[in-house]
Nanobody
Framework: QVQLVESGGGLVQPGGSLRLSCATS????????MGWYRQAPGKQRELVAE???????NYAATVKGRFTISRDNAKSTVYLQMNSLKAEDTAVYYC?????????????WGQGTQVTVSS
């Protein structure tokens, strides 16, 4: 069974930084991508950043230049370095991995970690 466990959320002042981590466990076949999504109160969940199995990264326009996604394959962990945080970055952040088995694609999610940007 695939499990994702996020850590690193918290309260930070505007302009500050946080680093989120997502440790994965279980057997993962044919990984397509690992990524981070976020959901603010009253809003839909949205993609923040993604890194494909080939190492190609993709960022939401609102975070490009401020956030950096990376992964450590040896530790089966994906990270999100968040700099120059703004109040509008406040949300629950979810780790996500996408896999494929045959023609079927699967999404796995972590439990979420709260990020609050406030003075």
């Amino acid at each position: 069974q695939v499990q994702l466990v996020e850590s690193g959320g918290g309260l930070v002042q505007p302009g500050g930084s946080l680093r989120l981590s997502c440790a994965t466990s279980g057997r993962i076949f044919s990984l397509l991508a690992m990524g981070w999504y976020r959901q603010a109160p009253g809003k839909q969940r949205e993609l923040v950043a993604e890194i494909t199995n080939a190492g190609v990264t993709n960022y939401a326009a609102t975070v490009k230049g401020r956030f950096t996604i990376s992964r450590d394959n040896a530790k089966s962990t994906v990270y999100l370095q968040m700099n120059s945080l703004k109040a509008e970055d406040t949300a629950v952040y979810y780790c996500n991995i996408k896999t494929i088995v045959g023609l079927a694609k699967y999404d796995y999610w972590g439990q979420g970690t709260q990020v609050t940007v406030s003075s």
